[in-house]
């Protein structure tokens, strides 16, 4: 990562757990119309997270040991 930084001048911070969460959730607020049920899925390295939206509410959230990395192995 600190290549990246020194490469492109820039820096990185990085996101996780509940402030993940809350910047997801207000990303996508504003696509989910109300009387619609909808499951989001955010299939990280370690962990996925499965989150049920209805009427544009989070009324349900479930994290698994399951991410990216131990599918590929």
């Known amino acids: 990562m600190l290549c990246v930084q020194e ?3 820039i820096s990185i911070y ?7 969460t809350l910047l997801i959730h207000g990303a996508i607020h504003h696509l989910l ?3 619609n049920n909808y499951l989001h899925v955010d299939v990280g390295r370690v962990i996925t997270e499965v989150s049920l939206y ?3 509410h989070k ?8 991410g990216s990395q131990k599918l590929h192995t």
């Open 7 to 9: 490469a492109l001048d």
């Open 14 to 20: 990085i996101v996780e757990g509940k402030e993940e």
């Open 33 to 35: 119309h109300e009387h």
């Open 54 to 56: 209805t009427e544009s």
């Open 59 to 66: 009324i349900a959230f479930h994290s698994f040991d399951l």
